[in-house]
């Protein structure tokens, strides 16, 4: 946004000046974000980095050590460059110590082999920076009017991402708390080197701040999250070429990448909805339920009025998840379809619910019937219904169900519970059974809780240490030896065979293990903790959330 000091050699009034360059020349590429004109020594201390100094030379130290303090100085804040009017002080050059000393330190140095005056210079400069001003005062106006369009729309994550790097020019990436990839944009690179290596790349990537720019990996970095809640990172690729003179990104990029954020965030709260009218009371009453929206009497008086009674009923909550994952469009129209199903499945078995869609692949069910024995008929007369109804739809389904509760006030509890087991069943094949919790075992839990933000959490707080200790030294092969470990039950021996080594080099990774971890490995607690933050990890690495 800035003009180099190449841009600037190249203007009118300071090639009349008849300009040669002495010194860096592969450093002609740094912008220039102020002119400076001094004819003292001691100016390094008022500069703040970025500036292209003028000066006659006639203030500058007439020993050879002053004047290699003087460029080192100016290199120490940042310069861009250090222009010289030959004539005053120097005539046939500038002293060879100060071009020995540039280039040693890679500052840019300019002779004016002709008297230029220096506000011609200034004015020239500065009117290019004030212009460049103007357009990132116009490049933010953009963002905020796309972004905004984009909230108002509603507009899916991908297509977030896809706008933003639209706008930066580069790549931009969005994760989630155990660095999956959930949207990305390569801008026009190669999408294979982009994400080749993701996971162990961006946990290299350690800003310091909410919103930072990781110098090491080239990555500006914020999070995602609202209500206090985190979910998730974006990241935009911005490398040194890219930075400013003060060595941060570009003000513009740190604005599109929040605003991004921002976008995604509320996406994330809101849910467009293009049923009908009483389909749409259905949703509402479903999610005041899963998310406390609204004080469960008046949820229990509207669906009174919908003809849905919830007092005084046994209460059960039930999600039918479709099992297709890949084809995007598919999924759509099958939910669609889905939805449709399950209400007609409804009318068809006798049976009293509130039911909508939940998400992009499940339909919700809260099923009111007379008391708890009367759940596992009325769950059997639903499957029954909904395979009649669905006979010639193509997608599998699996259907789940949440414990029993007596009271509108526990129907979170079983809606949460029955969501949790779809997933966890999603790779099931029995199609003539309710999944109900006790099918699904503690790996199959995990797995559904992977989006969770506190279960990734947990896992980096188990794991992180090991994780990036893993990503810079892949080939030791520490994440499999405590694998190993844990799953032969802490026998030592038994592990090291497993993993192919003698017992005292098996023992000696342990050691190592305990220290990277900072826990006892011989602790039965510390392992219990380690073993579930191992299933964790495979179930939010089994695939890029939907």
Not at 354 to 382: K, M, W, Y
Not at 521 to 535: E, G, I, K, P
Request: glycine share 8%.
């Amino acid at each position: 946004m800035f003009p180099t000091v190449r841009e600037v050699l190249a203007l009118d009034p300071v090639r009349h000046g008849g300009p040669r360059l002495v010194a860096a020349e592969e450093n002609l590429d740094r912008p220039v974000r102020w002119v400076h004109v001094t004819e003292v020594p001691d100016i390094a201390s008022l500069l703040r980095g970025g500036e292209l100094v003028l000066t006659t030379g006639i203030g500058l130290p007439a020993d050879d050590e002053g004047l290699r303090a003087f460029i080192a100085e100016l290199t120490e804040v940042g310069v861009a460059g250090l222009v010289v009017e030959l004539g005053r002080r120097y005539h046939g050059g500038v002293p060879r110590v100060m071009v020995a000393a540039a280039r040693r330190h890679g500052l840019p140095l300019v002779e004016l082999r002709r008297a230029t005056p220096f506000v011609l210079i200034t004015e020239a400069v500065h009117a290019l920076i004030v212009d460049a001003q103007l357009a990132e005062l116009r490049a933010t106006e953009e963002i905020h009017q796309r972004f905004t369009e984009l909230s108002v729309e509603g507009a899916e994550a991908a297509e977030v991402v896809r706008q933003a790097a639209d706008l930066a020019g580069v790549p931009v990436v969005l994760e989630n708390l155990s660095r999956r990839v959930l949207a990305y944009d390569s801008a026009g690179e190669s999408a294979r080197l982009l994400l080749d290596g993701w996971e162990q790349h961006s946990r290299r990537i350690q800003p310091t701040g909410r919103t930072a720019y990781h110098a090491d990996t080239g990555w500006l970095v914020t999070m995602v999250g609202a209500r206090g809640q985190d979910w998730g990172r974006l990241l935009l690729r911005c490398p040194p070429d890219g930075l400013t003179g003060v060595g941060e990104p570009p003000t513009r990029l740190s604005i599109l990448l929040e605003r991004a954020a921002s976008t995604l965030a509320l996406g994330r709260l809101i849910r467009r909805d293009a049923d009908g009218l009483e389909r749409q009371i259905h949703r509402t009453l479903l999610t005041a339920l899963l998310d406390g929206s609204q004080p469960v009497d008046e949820v229990a008086m509207r669906s009174r009025a919908l003809g849905v009674g919830l007092d005084r009923r046994h209460l059960v909550g039930m999600v039918v998840r479709l099992r297709a994952e890949d084809d995007a469009e598919v999924i759509q129209t099958g939910l669609r379809d889905l939805a449709e199903a399950v209400g007609l499945a409804l009318r068809e078995a006798g049976l009293a619910g509130l039911t909508s869609a939940l998400d992009d692949q499940s339909v919700g069910v809260l099923l009111a019937v007379r008391d708890a024995a009367a759940v596992d008929p009325a769950l059997a007369g639903f499957l029954a219904a909904l395979h009649r109804v669905r006979r010639s739809e193509p997608l599998p389904v699996v259907v789940a169900a949440g414990s029993g509760v007596d009271s509108i006030r526990e129907a979170r509890r079983s809606l949460i519970e029955a969501r949790q087991v779809a997933e966890a069943g999603r790779r099931d094949r029995r199609v003539d059974q309710v999944l109900r919790l006790p099918d699904v075992g503690l790996a199959g839990l995990l797995h559904l809780l992977r989006e969770e933000p506190r279960l990734q959490v947990f896992v980096e707080r188990e794991l992180g240490a090991l994780l990036a200790y893993e990503a810079g030294h892949p080939r030791e092969q520490m994440l499999a030896t405590l694998r190993a470990y844990l799953d032969h039950g802490r026998n030592k021996s038994a592990a090291a065979g497993a993993v192919h080594l003698s017992r005292p080099a098996f023992y000696e990774r342990l050691t190592r293990l305990g220290k990277i971890l900072d826990v006892d490995l011989d602790s039965v607690q510390s392992c219990l903790s380690l073993h579930v933050a191992l299933l964790a990890l495979d179930a939010v690495r089994a695939r890029p959330p939907v």
